[in-house]
């Protein structure tokens, strides 16, 4: 009861709180224009919603699909957080999400373990790969100032391009397709994969309507290990001396290197970490979803998107694993709305990038409306 | 006192109240200031001296209360309808663009036109009219980054008298001047008021406003105290009515004998950010238990030297001594561990991480160590118990550990400094400008504390541009000019007429 007691306190303290009210007023008016976008384009946004509603609550496997997409976007949201509370922008998430994916892919198909050794092994090389891509980024801002905006987005084009490269290798790719051979069963983070498929995991499945929807998805462990991700991106910044010293070159570098705190060095190490957690965004996606990588057009946008997560979440952890979950259940509810109204990919991308704008920016909203509530009060004067 | 016309009332300002949240920084403010006159603002840190300013130049929105210009009730929404009503306003950090010429500055937003292309020609004359006019001389064509501070001052104030300000609101206006430059201020003043002019200025330095105050209204935790007539009263009644207790102005400080040699710095020479020597050959000596006291024009070299005693900036040539242990070039925290501590010059860029909270900032230096951490975790119950000692010690006055810093007032954020400074028990300690916009009751404060270090037989070097403050508190005087040292003496010795000198880089031979 005193528990409980303490966690009702808690979550009102949190309500009361200026920029969570901010942050919901925000996504209100986000989902008000956006229901404008798609009434200019013709649609009734009455139904695009209820539709989008249905569409994400409606069955169990549309949940887990949320989750699913949500997954990459909470760590690749925790990777820009962690950067950004040293003062740093890293676009480069993108890039980083991508090596990640392409050494899980490689250590997934190419080493053979059991799965209890396999899956660590694959996460921790995806991680150093794209900690060091990170890092890289972090290094030439220590050491030379060159901005780290500039040097991750070209990291992310080589990422890119890297990738498609080794995809097309002859030891990788699947003769005459554009994707790379499925990573080992043993590496494989999807719950009951094989079983599932088996005549007996069928009929076991066909008596259980709750599992059944839900083995339906490709739902994995990913967002296990994300949510604990999360709990230990907060503990570092807030209990680690490393968090303060991270924090502290953030907020205030100068006082920081007044007070011995070596700024060079943790530039490096929050790249470093923001890194691993942009590439543990991609081995997850990897190991859990797609099982393989493909080569790839154009970026795809779980480090781009992670940036907007990051900014909704508040740059706190907790909030960044909340907003994930609202862009996945966006992305997924956006392509019911498409198949249902008929509705072109374009206008969906435009309603969602549309809430997505308000909803990033509870400062101008709040401009807006301390403007609004001034002007009343000379009204009443 | 003669240019004051009472029957105009130029501003009067009526049961002014503004309020932050709960707090409130204006609690039923009255001011009155008639035309002609120089009045004072005069309040503490925080007292609400710059809020209610703000609220008169249509920064802030007053919570109630009504704001009468020249007889006529008033509704001031923003700056732009302040300037509408006359009034004017320099603010203590100056709003210019370093890369245009002082013309460009002065007419910026109103720029001479002649069919719609900018006719800077008489832009220039119309700056030569308006400085000729108020004496305010300036050369227009200079650009901003190449004049003094004392300069680009006047350039702010020609801006407001540009745009027809007939009320000139200054904040805090001699902080970061030279003594020379607040004569050549207090003269413009004069001039000012003389052509009709009204000013308010926001100050707590008592020695100004006895020169060029005729009124003064004092403020106190925001609430309105008192208003009265500079000439008839005095300095340390003014101090007791802003503090709200008697001041001590003279510091005690028992004999003492100094020990032996700590701090010692040999031929020193280091580069300022253009790359130009700005310490050029420099030797000191700092002994236990004396205050050295540094006295100096801004920007002869003081920044930078104390900028590599504490490791911030590297030291081309020469050598740094703490108790015989070689720190030159030492990274900031080797230099801290070698037991030299320092009060920084700009407390809120280098000294405070203003998001933190108190507590986050006393460890500030500490963290590291047993019992704040433990094998890189945090201890959040040891570092609270410390801070609310410190605050308890020091009378900080917060809300509490948890508090972000930068909701404290200056003085208090000085405080947080100095007892994490002193706390680290260093056996010397670099004070730059440790009371640099403290009001009386925190300066006393302060000088108390680096005293008190004295006494405990520390050294401390103590840099100030605030010669009064090095006359009082200091045992040996040094004086620097274009980064070298040119006269030492004991304090006993010293006059203020000669150290002024020195510091214009005059008598070099006499001193030494």
């Known amino acids: ?178 994707v790379s051979h499925n990573i080992q069963p043993t590496a494989s983070l999807m719950f009951f994969q094989q079983w599932k498929v088996t005549e007996e995991g069928r009929a076991w499945l066909l008596d259980n309507f709750l599992a059944r929807e839900i083995l339906r998805t490709p739902f994995n462990a990913g967002i296990l290990f994300a949510v604990i991700l999360a709990v230990v991106v907060w503990y570092i910044l807030k209990h680690t001396t490393l968090g303060y010293e991270l924090k502290a070159v953030g907020l205030n570098k100068h006082a920081a290197e007044y007070a011995g705190i070596n700024v060079q060095k943790n530039i490096v190490r929050a790249m470093l970490i923001s890194g691993a957690l942009a590439g543990m965004a991609g081995a997850f996606h990897v190991l859990g979803n797609t099982q393989r990588i493909a080569i790839l057009a154009a970026m795809e946008g779980f480090g781009f998107n992670g940036i907007a997560v990051a900014l909704i979440g508040g740059s706190t952890a907790i909030g960044v694993v909340l907003s994930a979950f609202l862009f996945g259940a966006l992305q997924y509810g956006g392509t019911k709305i498409q198949l249902a109204l008929g509705a072109p990919t374009e206008v969906i991308n435009i309603m969602i990038g549309t809430i997505v704008f308000f909803i990033a920016i509870p400062r101008l909203i709040k401009i807006l409306l301390a403007k609004f509530s001034k002007k009343r009060g000379e009204d009443n004067a | 006192m003669k240019s004051i016309d009472f029957s105009v009332k130029a501003v009067e300002m009526k049961n002014i109240v503004k309020k932050f949240g709960d707090f409130t920084a204006n609690d039923q403010i009255n001011l009155t200031v008639h035309k002609g006159e120089v009045h004072a603002l005069l309040g503490e840190n925080g007292a609400g001296k710059s809020t209610l300013m703000n609220v008169l130049y249509g920064l802030y929105q007053p919570t109630s209360g009504e704001i009468f210009i020249n007889g006529d009730k008033k509704d001031i929404i923003d700056p732009n309808a302040a300037i509408t009503c006359g009034i004017g306003m320099v603010h203590q950090h100056f709003m210019l663009v370093e890369t245009f010429t002082v013309a460009e500055n002065i007419v910026l937003g109103m720029e001479p036109t002649k069919k719609g292309l900018l006719d800077m020609a008489k832009a220039i004359k119309n700056v030569e009219e308006i400085s000729k006019k108020y004496g305010l001389f300036v050369d227009p064509n200079e650009k901003i980054y190449n004049i003094s501070v004392g300069m680009q001052q006047r350039v702010e104030i020609l801006k407001a008298l540009y745009r027809g300000a007939d009320i000139l609101i200054l904040d805090e206006p001699t902080a970061v001047l030279t003594p020379q430059e607040i004569k050549e201020l207090v003269q413009i003043m004069r001039n000012l008021t003389e052509q009709g002019k009204t000013i308010i200025i926001i100050t707590h330095k008592l020695k100004e406003i006895k020169e060029v105050a005729d009124y003064c209204t004092i403020i106190r935790r925001g609430k309105y105290i008192d208003t009265v007539d500079v000439s008839k009263t005095t300095e340390s009644e003014l101090a007791s009515k802003m503090v709200g207790r008697e001041v001590i102005f003279e510091v005690e400080k028992r004999e003492k004998e100094k020990g032996k040699l700590s701090l010692k710095i040999d031929n020193l020479v280091v580069k300022n950010n253009r790359g130009i020597d700005a310490v050029r050959g420099l030797s000191l000596e700092v002994f236990e238990g004396e205050i050295l006291g540094l006295a100096g024009i801004d920007g002869n070299g003081q920044s930078e030297l104390i900028e590599s005693l504490t490791g911030l900036r590297p030291v081309v040539s020469g050598k740094i001594h703490v108790n015989s242990k070689e720190i030159t070039n030492k990274t900031p925290l080797s230099i801290l561990e070698n037991k030299l501590s320092s009060i920084p010059e700009d407390r809120q860029k280098r000294g405070l991480v203003m998001e933190y909270s108190v507590a986050e900032n006393m460890v500030l230096e500490n963290y590291r160590v047993k019992p704040f951490s433990n094998k890189g975790i945090l201890n959040h119950d040891e570092i609270k118990v410390f801070a609310e000692k410190l605050i308890d010690k020091f009378d900080v006055r917060t809300e509490g550990p948890t508090q972000v810093v930068s909701a404290l007032s200056g003085g208090n954020q000085q405080k947080v400094i100095i007892a994490r400074e002193v706390t680290n028990d260093p056996d010397v300690l670099v004070a730059a400008q440790p009371t640099r916009g403290l009001d009386v009751g925190a300066i006393e404060f302060v000088h108390k504390a680096l005293i008190e270090l004295r006494n405990e037989n520390k050294a401390v070097l103590l840099v100030s541009l605030e010669l009064d403050e090095i006359m009082n508190i200091a045992d040996r005087i040094a004086v620097i000019y274009e980064g070298v040292i040119v006269g030492i003496m004991d304090a006993k010795d010293a006059n203020e007429n000669k150290i002024g000198l020195m510091m214009a880089g005059g008598a070099k031979d006499e001193a030494i």
């Open chain 1, 1 to 178: 009861m005193k528990l409980f007691d303490k966690i009702k306190s808690k979550v009102i303290g949190l309500f009361l709180k200026e920029n969570l009210k901010f942050t919901l007023i925000s996504i209100f008016i986000g989902f008000l224009i956006g229901s404008m976008t798609l009434a200019v384009a013709g649609f009734n946004p009455f139904r695009a919603y209820a539709i989008m509603l249905s569409g994400v609550f409606g069955r169990l496997n549309y949940i887990a699909w949320v989750i699913i997409r949500s997954t990459p976007l909470i760590l690749t949201g925790l990777s820009i957080t962690f950067a950004f509370k040293t003062g740093l922008f890293n676009i480069g998430a993108e890039g980083q999400f991508i090596i990640g994916a392409l050494v899980a892919a490689l250590a997934g198909y190419f080493i053979q373990l059991p799965a209890i050794v396999h899956i660590p092994v694959v996460i921790l090389l995806a991680a150093s790969a794209a900690a060091l891509w990170g890092g890289i980024a972090g290094y030439l801002k220590a050491k030379f100032g060159v901005h780290e905006v500039i040097a991750t987005i070209m990291l992310n084009w080589i990422a890119l391009y890297l990738t498609n490269f080794v995809v097309t290798l002859e030891a990788v790719q699947i003769p005459a397709r554009p």
